[in-house]
């Protein structure tokens, strides 16, 4: 009997983390990529001639852990933790620096803070591309893809936001919307009589998926973002939208986005911005894949020489850019993805666009890069 009863002991204080785990799951999570490319940059329009270099990246690596706990009433508390996985040693960004946050979750959607994509990158198509490396197109669509800042990075349109209030609701019929806004941390200190003592991000998302057909569409403004925190009487505001739609033909995947940005970066002046994408992706046969992909942003239109952000040309003719790509990817695996590719990147006489990861173009240069890459998840 004495022996039946220590057993049942040492059982129950065995079992005991295991209920305890059971009420809280962690998981790890990652996303290992290597690229590596040779660029040509190419003759700009004064006659300068870069230098041609190689260039080794990591863009969208990250390690992560996230969790849940079941609350009752079909309700759940969660976090996230991403964190930038740099394996050359580049990029020294602490924890937290990708997706993070807290929030609650059920039938009512999902609420959450944290540093998180806005509502409206995350319902942009990008069929084809990448937002950023050597394939990426969020420059030209968007005027880059990054984690900004309360208060800045005023012509950056695909945007990781710090200091976000998010809410996603649930699928009705794979329907979706999503919403967020910023606090105004920037603005300690500032003075109240500033006219951009409150700089703000607002973002709208909405997407639809249903058998082969995604649809996505976005909003963001800008509120008192040019020349945010400055003792002034102007600050300006931007506005950025997106419709975009991708349809699965077998197993040919092609799509299209558009994209309006617009702003008003000095008193009396103003800046627009429009460009577009479309794409393919062929799941030729088992492991064997094919992608293209062509982008184009137009002419800078609006107030001579107004800038709009640091990635755009100045307001002016022959200020857009052309961009194509190719790439053969080989699934190794369900997890693991090698592929080779060809980027062209044409600037027009006076527009200065990089390609992604190479910095420093010149107007009017035309890049080329061959580049391989190896990408990993878990």
Known sequence: MQKKVIALAVAGALAAPAAAMAQSNVQVYGNIYMEYSFVRQGTATNGSDAANPDVLQTPGSAIGFKGEEKLGGGMSAWFQC????????????????RNSAVG????????????????????????CGLDTGIYGTA??????STTTSDGASTGVFKRRQRNSINYDSPSFGGFKVMGAFSSTNSSTGTPQANAGAKPRIWSLGASYKAGNLDVGAGFEQHDKMYGANTVGPFTGDAQGWHLGAAYKFGPVKVGGVYTNQEGDPAAGANAEVKAWQLGAEWKISGPHNLHFAYTQADDMKGTAGASMGPVRPNVGVDTGAKLWQVRYLHDFSKRT???IGYVALKNDAN????????????????????????????
């Open 104 to 127: 609650l979750k059920g039938n009512f959607g999902s609420f959450f803070v944290g540093n998180w994509d806005t509502p409206s990158k995350r319902a942009q198509l990008n069929t």
């Open 351 to 378: 527009a200065n666009y990089d390609l992604g990861g190479v910095s420093g173009s010149a107007a009017g240069a035309k890049h080329r890069a061959f580049a391989v890459s190896l990408q990993h998840k878990f």
């Open 337 to 339: 993805v090698g592929s």
């Open 82 to 97: 991403e964190s930038s996985a740099d394996y050359r040693g580049t990029n020294g960004d602490g924890f937290c620096t």
């Open 139 to 144: 420059f030209l669509l968007s005027g880059n």
